[in-house]
């Protein structure tokens, strides 16, 4: 499960469904454990995951 605060610069998050694609240009400045960082980030439903390099 990818959340903005397990995201930094550089990653690439992937959606295998569709195929999207989302590189990560500024890390968030929100605390671990707030709202805005405990809900995953989804595309088509499912969760997107970190492409490998």
């Given at each position: 499960?990818?959340?903005?605060a397990?995201?930094?610069?550089?990653?690439?998050?992937?959606?295998?469904?569709?195929?999207?694609?989302?590189?990560?240009?500024?890390?968030?400045?929100?605390?671990?454990?707030?709202?805005?960082c405990?809900?995953?980030?989804?595309?088509?439903?499912?969760?997107?995951?970190?492409?490998?390099?």
């Open positions: 499960m990818a959340n903005c397990d995201m930094k610069p550089g990653d690439i998050y992937v959606c295998n469904v569709c195929g999207l694609e989302l590189k990560v240009e500024k890390s968030c400045s929100c605390g671990e454990g707030q709202a805005s405990t809900v995953p980030l989804q595309c088509c439903g499912q969760d997107m995951v970190k492409k490998s390099a």
